[in-house]
């Protein structure tokens, strides 16, 4: 297996926690412990066994995922170490050599790279900044065909923050249907809506269907590493035996956790201090894309604490964000990393003063550029 580098993944984890500013995380600020239990069941926590879990994730941890899924019940659920994990799984899973899978771009580029390892062929299907990033329904239609084993869909979407239409999601399903293709929907930016109207899932849409989903975004839990896939049951028993190959089972602590931030309060609780930074950070950021005039194009994110800006300099984007790491010490991410130079990706879920912080470091290297291209 030839394995490409997945560039953004690595640039982060070598720099997100050296660098003074990170505005590379596409996720809310991370909650601690003590923001997410009370007393009382913080006290349990310490008395928790370190076990191992049942490897699909506990039964009341499975039933908690599956009732954000209607219809959906645990045996339709395994739960994996993040999102990550899902697409890993399901990916490995269905996807053999040979096989064209359908990625709509741009996109968390993790399937783009292992399907690719996996001996399949990437047949891209590319949003549109014309439209919004919205999804070209005949050129999706033209893309899928008798050798297409999936389509993959990434709702809402990273890096531009758009969410599908109706109709676009019913595009999505007639097509994989007109071929017996499945469909992968990442939805783990679900739940973190600029408007608080939660995306609608495709899950119930159609029967060859995986969901994944997770922790790491609109719940700011990313250090939980907690994941999962939604599907047929039969396919959720055959992802499990996948785990039991990598990583066995979800931690303990996590699995527990996972299961508290999923209790109706709790989880409602999370979602509003979601919603409430992306309130209050985003016209920060909006301000501050503004200011630069023409510079920067930007359609507004719908969901995600992320902007995806095309910019008008004459310099390439890894150069870009090199630059301001090295001379500024603040990390975004180029877009390069999604195939897409003259654009770069920037997180504004952290605290709005940092975000201001990092921003104005931004400013430090732009105001020394030369002149955008008239
Ligand atoms: C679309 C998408 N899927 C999956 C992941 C990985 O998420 P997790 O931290 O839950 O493994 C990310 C992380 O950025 C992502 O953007």
Aim: proline letters at 6%.
């Amino acid at each position: 297996m030839k394995l490409e580098p997945f560039e953004m993944e690595r640039m982060q984890s070598t720099w997100e926690n050296r660098v003074a500013h990170n505005l590379s995380e596409s996720g809310v600020h991370p909650m601690t412990v003590e923001e997410l239990l009370g007393p009382e069941e913080r006290a349990e926590l310490m008395r928790e066994r370190l076990v191992y879990v049942q490897s699909n994730g506990t039964e009341e941890l499975r039933a908690a995922v599956a009732h954000l899924h209607p219809g959906a019940r645990a045996e339709n659920v395994t739960v994996a170490n993040g999102t990550a994990e899902a697409n890993f799984i399901a990916a490995w899973r269905l996807v053999e050599p040979g096989d064209e899978v359908v990625l709509v771009l741009p996109n968390y580029m993790q399937l783009w790279g292992l399907v690719r390892a996996l001996g399949a062929t990437v047949v891209p299907v590319r949003l549109r900044e014309e439209t919004g990033w919205g999804l070209d329904a005949g050129e999706l239609g033209r893309a899928v065909g008798s050798r297409t084993r999936l389509i993959a869909v990434c709702n809402p979407n990273n890096p531009t923050g758009a969410i599908l239409s109706d109709a676009e999601r019913k595009e999505i399903v007639a097509a994989a249907g007109r071929h017996g293709a499945w469909i992968l929907a990442d939805e783990v930016y679900r739940g973190a809506e600029r408007d608080g109207q939660e995306t609608a899932s495709l899950w119930g849409a159609y029967d060859r269907l995986l969901v994944t989903g997770g922790l790491s975004k609109a719940y700011g839990l990313p250090g939980l590493r907690v994941g999962w896939v939604v599907g047929p049951a039969g396919m959720a028993g055959e992802l499990w035996a996948r785990k039991d190959y990598i990583t066995i089972s979800p931690g303990a602590l996590s699995d527990r956790l996972a299961r508290a931030a999923l209790r109706p309060d709790l989880r409602a609780r999370i979602l509003s201090r979601t919603r409430r930074i992306l309130a209050e950070n985003y016209p920060v950021l909006e301000r501050w894309v503004q200011r630069r005039g023409d510079s920067f194009r930007l359609v507004p994110p719908r969901a995600g604490a992320i902007a995806y800006l095309g910019y008008a300099w004459p310099v390439n984007s890894t150069e870009l964000v090199t630059r301001l790491r090295e001379e500024q010490s603040v990390l975004i991410v180029p877009g390069d990393h999604f195939g897409m130079d003259g654009f770069l990706r920037i997180g504004f879920g952290n605290e709005p003063g940092e975000l201001r912080a990092g921003l104005e470091r931004i400013d430090a290297v732009l105001d020394r550029l030369p002149a955008p291209a008239a």
